[in-house]
């Protein structure tokens, strides 16, 4: 190949713009930086990360979690995709039809948002990384959708990763009740590993 193909070919992307967007590295370090901060946050104020179980309504598009004894912690949720941790692929939630339209939307911000910025990793329907990776893309999406919060349930060697509306949590010994407000009741089974969330 000629020097002036070569020449051109790397001229090409920087005249049309494909290339990463700068910007959308720092949204993504920071957006990651949020999301940190704001797990210790809930890790304090309503037990992140100590839940005994977890259950998901695909239909209903509803989260619940189980804490020791009779307390609840309930959200709406959107799907963001599924790491495989055996693969080391994460599997963006836009690819996945067969889940609900309605809780992939999120997700489907990403992938405009990636396209507009130039970002593959938003763009393929799965990619190659690690789960660092993984828990910065989700937490981009957090971001680029306006969403509460970043959930990550395991189901065997694969982790779901989710964006969560503010959590309402249930304790019987208090005397309200905020989950009460939301309408849809989701089916409860105990323990994390549940075949259809």
């Not at 967007?21 to 957006?31: G, L, Q, V, Y």
Request: proline residues 4%.
């Amino acid at each position: 190949m000629s020097n002036f193909l070569k020449f051109f070919r790397q001229l090409l992307p920087r005249l049309f713009g494909s290339a990463p967007s700068p910007e959308a590295d720092a949204f993504i370090a920071t957006a990651h930086e949020e999301m940190l901060a704001q797990h210790s946050q809930h890790a304090s104020s309503w037990q992140f990360g100590k839940e005994k179980g977890w259950s998901a309504d695909l239909e209903a598009g509803i989260i619940v979690f189980q804490f020791a004894g009779d307390r609840t912690g309930t959200s709406h949720f959107q799907t963001i995709g599924v790491y495989d941790e055996a693969s080391e692929c994460f599997i963006w939630g836009w690819s996945q039809t067969t889940l609900p339209a309605t809780i992939r939307q999120h997700a489907d911000l990403a992938k405009l948002w990636g396209q507009t910025q130039r970002q593959a990793l938003f763009k393929a329907p799965s990619i190659k990384c690690s789960m660092d990776d993984a828990w910065k893309l989700a937490a981009a999406t957090r971001k680029i959708a306006g969403a509460h919060s970043v959930y990550r349930g395991r189901i065997g060697n694969r982790y779901i990763f989710m964006t969560t509306e503010e959590i309402h949590i249930n304790d019987r010994n208090s005397p309200t009740t905020p989950a009460a407000s939301i309408k849809h009741k989701p089916d409860w089974t105990k323990g994390r590993h549940r075949s259809t969330w």
